[in-house]
């Protein structure tokens, strides 16, 4: 739990900072959108429907790098959570088998609390 702990702690923080920057991305997406939207006269009348588009797509191109952060930190969390026990159980019998102390009924009272 020890080796995890600081993990598990990285990897919240990294998911909860690539998940506000991803709502920051797209609510300036969305805003532009809607700017863009209100204003389609003026966009058409001065031709810029490229140059619209490119900073769309940029501001959607940052909120997929935000996302797949987010993502691969959320991994990393759920990786750490589903191999606690195993690594903990595997510790714990490595030290029972150093200090030859592996019966059978401490055997089974380590599973059970591993599990």
Excluded: H, W
Aim: net charge positive; proline share 1%.
């Amino acid at each position: 739990t020890i080796l995890v702990l600081p993990i598990t702690i990285l990897s919240i923080k990294a998911l909860q900072r690539a998940l506000k920057q991803t709502a920051t991305y797209r609510d300036i997406r969305s805003q532009k959108v809607t700017e863009i939207l209100n204003a389609i006269k003026i966009v058409k009348l001065f031709n810029t429907e490229k140059f619209q588009e490119k900073k769309i797509s940029n501001l959607y191109n940052k909120e997929q790098i935000q996302l797949k952060k987010a993502c691969l930190a959320f991994a990393s969390l759920t990786t750490c959570g589903f191999t606690s026990n195993v690594m903990m159980s595997m510790f714990t019998f490595g030290i029972m088998i150093l200090n030859n102390s592996f019966d059978l009924s401490k055997t089974f009272t380590m599973i059970y609390l591993f599990t």
